[in-house]
């Protein structure tokens, strides 16, 4: 199969068995790395942002862009199996959690499927979503709107997201790097 490049958003707010949130984003990239079929090519900074739904702690957010031989749905699935493997327990729509991993875009396709919808259906209105996307791809096109995640950047309220300035040695030994 050819190599697709695809970018996901992740997310969490409550600690899991690997840790606080921090570790427990960095834990999972490095999962995804070492699955078959599936490369980690770069990630963004880690972002403080408000939580979307009902009351709970702030977020870390952060994308990443991965290299993957999997179909859109089969790396659906496989995201969704490191959300279980890190303790996610969906009790109730945008409420707290131990990982959120989002499929935004894959390649320039589009998607529309029970099971999933490609380019991600709320991700051009989702300032915790297109401020990392912006700094590892701000010239991919959104293929539903042909906009850049630069132009779609411009177009929300980014006041809330802050970018965490520290990185923690834990990232120091992923195998890939994260950009300047």
């Known amino acids: 199969m050819v190599s697709s490049l695809c970018a996901i958003a992740l997310g969490s707010n409550l600690g899991s068995p690997v840790g606080n949130s921090q570790t427990t984003l960095t834990a999972a990239l490095q999962v995804l790395n070492n699955t078959p079929g599936m490369q980690v090519i770069t990630r963004s900074h880690w972002y403080r ?5 009902p009351p709970q702690p702030d977020y870390l957010n952060g994308c990443a862009l991965l290299r993957t031989d999997l179909t859109p749905l089969d790396l659906m699935s496989t995201l969704l199996q490191v959300e279980s493997q890190f303790g996610r327990i969906r009790r109730e729509r945008w409420g707290a959690r131990t990982l959120d991993l989002d499929l935004l875009l894959f390649n320039d396709q589009m998607l529309l499927s ?6 991600h259906p709320r991700m051009a209105e989702r300032a ?12 991919w096109q959104d293929p539903r709107s042909g906009q850049s995640i630069q132009q779609l950047l411009h177009q929300v309220d ?7 300035e520290v990185m923690q040695l834990e990232d120091e030994h992923l195998p890939f790097t994260s950009p300047p």
């Open 49 to 53: 942002t408000k939580a979307v739904g």
């Open 114 to 119: 029970p099971r999933l919808e490609i380019p």
């Open 128 to 139: 915790f979503v297109l401020v990392p996307l912006a700094e590892i791809a701000p010239d």
């Open 158 to 164: 980014c006041s809330e997201v802050v970018r965490l």
